[in-house]
Every structure is written in structure tokens, then in C-alpha cells.
Nanobody, 115 residues
Framework: QAQLVESGGGLVQPGGSLRLSCAASRITFSLYTMGWYRQAPGKQRELVATITSGGSTNYTDSVKGRFTMSRDNAKNTVYLQMNSLKLEDTAVYYC?????????WGQGTQVTVSS
């Protein structure tokens, strides 16, 4: 059974930074497109960023220029560097792995941006 474990969430002030990590196990990590999603209270889960097996990244407009997604295939880990955090970035952040018909999710990590 594949497993994705997120870490790095927490409480941060507006303008601050956090780095999320997602460690994958029991999958051939290098094959997978990895994604970060988030879900704020009362809202639908939304895509934040993706990175392909080849390292190409894509971001939702609201985080462009502030968030950076990367992957380390040697460590089976993806990262989401979040800078210039805003109140509206508050959400549970989920890691996602997709390859062909296989889709896996992590359990989520809470990010709270508050003064």
C-alpha cells in the first residue's frame, strides 16, 4: 500500500514562509506526477501546484511567484516552499501522487496564516 506523509505545516504570520514536505513510500516515485492541493474550511479542495516526473511545474495563479514546488527523487520526497504567505493561504495541504490510473493521497498538514 502506497503511503504519502506530509509534514512542515504550522502557524505563521502573514508575509512569513513555510516549507512543506511529502515523503512517499511503496511507489516508484520517479514515475509519478506529484501535486499539492489545499482545502480551506467550507471550500472545495483546490490544486495548488504540480510537478511532473520530468520536473516541469505548474501553479495555480494565486500562488505564482510565491510558492515553489520541487522534488528529490533520491529521497522520494516533494517540497512546497511557500513564501509571502497570506491569510487566504490558510488550509489543510494535501500531497497527491498520480501515475496512469493510480492515485494516492496523503493525510494532510494544516497551514494557518494568522497575525
Amino acid at each position: 500500500q502506497a503511503q504519502l506523509v506530509e509534514s512542515g505545516g504550522g502557524l505563521v504570520q502573514p508575509g512569513g514562509s513555510l516549507r512543506l514536505s511529502c515523503a512517499a513510500s511503496r511507489i516508484t516515485f520517479s514515475l509519478y506526477t506529484m501535486g499539492w492541493y489545499r482545502q480551506a474550511p467550507g471550500k472545495q479542495r483546490e490544486l495548488v501546484a504540480t510537478i511532473t516526473s520530468g520536473g516541469s511545474t505548474n501553479y495555480t495563479d494565486s500562488v505564482k511567484g510565491r510558492f515553489t514546488m520541487s522534488r528529490d527523487n533520491a529521497k522520494n520526497t516533494v517540497y512546497l516552499q511557500m513564501n509571502s504567505l497570506k491569510l487566504e493561504d490558510t488550509a489543510v495541504y494535501y500531497c497527491n501522487a498520480v501515475w496512469r490510473s493510480l492515485v494516492y493521497w496523503g493525510q494532510g498538514t494544516q497551514v494557518t496564516v494568522s497575525s
